[in-house]
């Protein structure tokens, strides 16, 4: 999809002045903007269908439900173009294990291993123009939550598909209805012990299968516990029509268990 870039590429929703909960939702988006696309070597129709696989679908609209269900509003913080500009996620250097598979913070591999930019690409401007500020706003954000409330909790919004991609290397694993990613230093078991109890509505929760890990800004990776943080990834055939398809009644239930988890780390 085509677009004009968004200025900024990426939107801070106002949740309560006493809330420290940051539900972040990197890849909902679809939007490219044109100068962007140029570089991409998908026709209208491949580039649909990659858009159709690689895209959160309706995790912005989740997350959206959630902050209006719950009890102390959320933070939101939702990127508005597409993963296929940079991914905000990744690492931007070598320690990324994505850059094997050609999807570092910018892809130039499909979820298919096929080419989606030449081989030649330099990530560099995208990373200038795109991932520095989308990271450092998202590092203020954090900071703004720790001065005003003395803690942070990102709750990570994401989904995947039910049957494993080429593009996933640890694609092998169980593939439960709700994924919870973790980090040993900031996901407190208090913090995944709430997310199984609310998550357990909608199905079985799994644990790091098949995607681990959630992001924390790196100023505060590792070196800063008050920032607690949780991925939460939903296979996609629990709420929409696979691949990229609308969304169905699972969307309310996970929005309600969203809330739900959202209300018992505010407390």
Same mark, same amino acid.
């Given at each position: 999809?085509?677009?004009?870039?968004?200025?900024?590429? $990426?939107?801070?929703?106002?949740?309560?002045?006493?809330?420290?909960?940051? #539900?972040?939702?990197?890849?909902?988006?679809?939007?490219?903007?044109?100068?962007?696309?140029?570089?991409?070597?998908?026709?209208?129709?491949?580039?649909?269908?990659?858009?159709?696989?690689?895209?959160?679908?309706?995790?912005?609209?989740?997350?959206?439900?959630?902050?209006?269900?719950?009890?102390?509003?959320?933070?939101?913080?939702?990127?508005?173009?597409?993963?296929?500009?940079?991914?905000?996620?990744? $690492?931007?250097?070598? &320690?990324?294990?994505?850059?094997?598979?050609?999807?570092?913070?910018?892809? =130039?591999?499909? =979820?298919?291993?096929?080419?989606?930019?030449?081989?030649?690409?330099?990530?560099?401007?995208?990373?200038?123009?795109?991932? &520095?500020?989308?990271?450092?706003? !998202?590092?203020?954000?954090?900071?703004?939550?720790?001065?005003?409330?003395?803690?942070?909790?990102?709750?990570?919004?994401?989904?995947?598909?039910?049957?494993?991609?080429?593009?996933? #290397?640890?694609?092998?694993?169980?593939?439960?209805?709700?994924?919870?990613?973790?980090?040993?230093?900031? =996901?407190?078991?208090?913090?995944?012990?709430?997310?199984?109890?609310?998550?357990?509505?909608?199905?079985?929760?799994?644990?790091?299968?098949? $995607?681990?890990?959630?992001?924390?800004?790196?100023?505060?990776?590792?070196?800063?516990?008050?920032?607690?943080?949780?991925?939460?990834?939903?296979?996609?055939?629990?709420? !929409?029509?696979?691949?990229?398809?609308?969304?169905?009644?699972?969307?309310?239930? #996970?929005?309600?268990?969203?809330?739900?988890?959202?209300?018992?780390?505010?407390?």
């Amino acid at each position: 999809m085509n677009s004009t870039a968004p200025s900024p590429s $990426f939107a801070l929703l106002s949740g309560a002045a006493d809330s420290p909960v940051i #539900l972040h939702v990197p890849h909902s988006a679809r939007g490219i903007p044109a100068d962007v696309r140029a570089g991409i070597l998908l026709n209208g129709p491949a580039l649909e269908r990659e858009l159709d696989h690689i895209t959160d679908s309706h995790t912005a609209e989740l997350a959206a439900a959630a902050a209006e269900l719950a009890g102390v509003t959320p933070w939101r913080f939702v990127n508005l173009l597409s993963r296929l500009v940079v991914d905000p996620e990744r $690492f931007p250097d070598e &320690r990324e294990e994505m850059l094997s598979v050609g999807m570092g913070a910018v892809y =130039t591999r499909t =979820t298919h291993r096929e080419a989606l930019r030449g081989d030649g690409t330099d990530p560099g401007p995208l990373i200038e123009r795109y991932f &520095r500020p989308y990271a450092q706003a !998202m590092t203020e954000a954090v900071a703004d939550r720790l001065a005003v409330t003395g803690r942070a909790v990102i709750v990570d919004v994401h989904s995947y598909p039910s049957a494993p991609l080429p593009y996933e #290397l640890h694609g092998e694993g169980p593939r439960p209805p709700v994924c919870l990613g973790t980090d040993s230093f900031h =996901t407190p078991p208090e913090l995944l012990a709430a997310a199984r109890e609310v998550f357990a509505s909608c199905g079985e929760t799994g644990l790091d299968s098949p $995607f681990s890990g959630t992001y924390v800004p790196l100023e505060f990776y590792g070196k800063d516990a008050r920032v607690g943080a949780l991925m939460v990834e939903i296979r996609r055939d629990t709420y !929409m029509s696979e691949p990229g398809g609308p969304a169905g009644s699972g969307l309310a239930r #996970l929005a309600e268990a969203l809330a739900a988890l959202v209300d018992a780390v505010t407390g």
